[in-house]
Every structure is written in structure tokens, then in C-alpha cells.
């Protein structure tokens, strides 16, 4: 017969916010069914707290300042997410 045990919760520190830097990738997924997630390097981070702002180089070599919002993530160069 098995007999069920009870998991005990992990413990876990909380995680410290991420802050951006210049050098990091931002990629903004696609809206349309089919469409590649668009690619860019954080060149600069302009304004802070909730106001912060990049300027950004995208993949196709434009550059703009970028507000990011819910379908944007940000992170480090080396880690490779597609």
C-alpha cells in the first residue's frame, strides 16, 4: 500500500528586482500569429523607478527609445531564450 507524505514548502529568498543595463537584450514578442519575436540591445537606460526608458538598437539596425510594457522582456546578453 502507498502511503502519501506531505512536501514540505520550499523555502525561497525573494528575488531582488532586475535592473537593465546597457548591453542587455530586450525582445517584445510578436503580435500577429507567426510573427518572430522582434530582438534589440539596451544601448542606454534613460529615466528611473517606474519611468524608466531605453535606447534601444533593433535587430534590423534602427534605433528608438523604447517604453517597454507586458509583451517586452528584458535580460542579460548571455542568456539565450529562443
Known amino acids: 500500500m502507498h502511503t502519501m507524505t506531505k ?6 529568498e525573494p ?9 542587455d537584450v530586450v525582445e517584445v514578442t510578436g503580435h500577429r500569429v507567426g510573427e518572430p519575436p522582434r530582438l534589440g540591445e539596451i544601448l542606454e537606460v534613460i529615466g528611473e523607478g517606474e ?3 531605453y535606447r534601444v538598437r533593433w535587430d534590423d539596425g534602427h534605433e528608438s527609445v523604447y517604453y517597454p510594457s507586458s509583451d517586452a522582456t528584458i535580460r542579460p546578453p548571455h542568456v539565450h531564450g529562443t
Request: glycine share 6%.
Open 7 to 12: 512536501k514540505r514548502p520550499v523555502k525561497r
Open 15 to 23: 528575488k531582488e528586482p532586475y535592473e537593465p543595463a546597457a548591453g
Open 51 to 53: 519611468h524608466r526608458h
